[in-house]
């Protein structure tokens, strides 16, 4: 059948087989149990999400071994990021649940620190019939409901609160959830005249959004919807590749030598650096790359040091092939910039299952 698989699905709330196809059933749309898809995870600008099952023993006590690692980074962006758009996500696809019929759903999650944003639910909804006509309904990240305090917290939704607010493409006239980005109930959202005839074609636990300050690591562990285990775990697929590269700018362009640092917070491979001088550098000014292992001073490394005077050097490109643990920041420093040359530099790097 040309290289596609057809497979049998039983779906939850109908009592006749549907026949499905992927051409990789791994990755495919649809879970044989339930009717909700393969978890994705997802991130964007400072924030990032890989599955991991190497962390402390306080972050195995719930869920199967394999969690979410959600990052929010810097919520105010910094360069080249933008504020308020920096998140990391657990995408679940959902096959045309309707809107009435999502009930509840409920996940746990173990955060490093209290955070003025905790995990949140996004629901994302269309008109079946005509997809220019589309939302998302998203749960307020600071609702008062929603727990945000150091170590582990679970959430069950619904829980009545006025706490999602929604934003969209052709949503028509709403009567009851009217206006865009106003609280609603998820109770609500089922009783509207238009949103209560939607069906749901994803749902996504996600972290981040917010505009100041520096959203540490939280891990996800567990997810339920309409009491349905969804399995946080990498497909084969995913295990199979590396996450995509990241560039990032680590500190914008500056005059100083105080050390420039990269600190993903999560496992990671470093591909290269590339620095840009405006103008050269002076007799023995030196530029130094070194790591400042979580293991301790006893594995800080020199991974890279060169007299930039020689040879009147403006820019270099420096390959790396190297992996780190959590806790390893890379520093970059020069010993002396005395004719204040402006200087840039971009890590590019790789998150790393493990």
């Not at 680590?250 to 650096?273: C, F, M, V, W």
């Amino acid at each position: 059948m040309n290289g596609i698989n057809l497979v049998h699905i039983v779906r939850s709330d109908k009592e006749t087989p549907e026949l499905w196809h992927s051409n990789d059933f791994n990755a495919g749309l649809v879970d044989i149990r339930s009717g909700y898809g393969y978890p994705r995870l997802r991130s964007a600008g400072a924030g990032s999400a890989r599955w991991t099952k190497q962390n402390d023993g306080s972050q195995w006590q719930k869920g199967s071994g394999w969690q979410a690692n959600l990052i929010g980074g810097d919520q105010s962006g910094g360069t080249p990021w933008s504020a308020g758009a920096n998140w990391g996500a657990i995408f679940v696809p959902v096959d045309e649940l309707a809107v009435t019929d999502l009930r509840s759903a409920k996940w746990a999650y173990y955060m490093t620190n209290a955070e003025v944003y905790g995990v949140n639910i996004v629901i994302w909804m269309h008109d079946p019939d005509d997809f220019d006509k589309r939302v998302e309904v998203t749960q307020s990240g600071s609702a008062v409901g929603l727990a945000k305090a150091q170590y582990w917290n679970a959430h069950e939704f619904p829980d009545g609160d006025a706490e999602f607010f929604w934003y969209g493409e052709n949503a028509g006239s709403p009567d009851i959830c009217a206006t865009a980005g106003t609280l609603y109930t998820w109770e609500q959202f089922q009783l509207d005249a238009v949103f209560s005839t939607w069906k749901i074609y994803r749902i996504s636990i996600e972290y981040g959004w917010y505009t100041t300050g520096t959203f540490d690591p939280v891990w996800v562990s567990e997810l339920k919807i309409n009491n349905r285990y969804i399995p946080l775990e990498p497909s084969a697929e995913e295990l199979a590749q590396r996450h995509p590269i990241f560039a990032m700018d680590i500190d914008g362009e500056s005059t100083e030598t105080d050390p420039l640092s990269l600190d993903p917070q999560a496992p990671y491979h470093l591909k290269n650096l590339r620095i840009k001088f405006s103008k050269g550098l002076a007799t023995s000014e030196t530029l130094t790359i070194s790591v400042d292992a979580i293991n301790g001073a006893n594995h800080d490394v020199i991974l890279y040091k060169r007299d930039l005077s020689v040879d009147s050097v403006l820019d270099a490109d420096i390959p790396f092939d190297d992996d780190f643990q959590p806790g390893d920041i890379i520093l970059v420093a020069l010993s002396a910039n005395t004719g204040s040359a402006v200087w840039g530099c971009t890590a590019t790097y790789e998150l790393i299952n493990k």
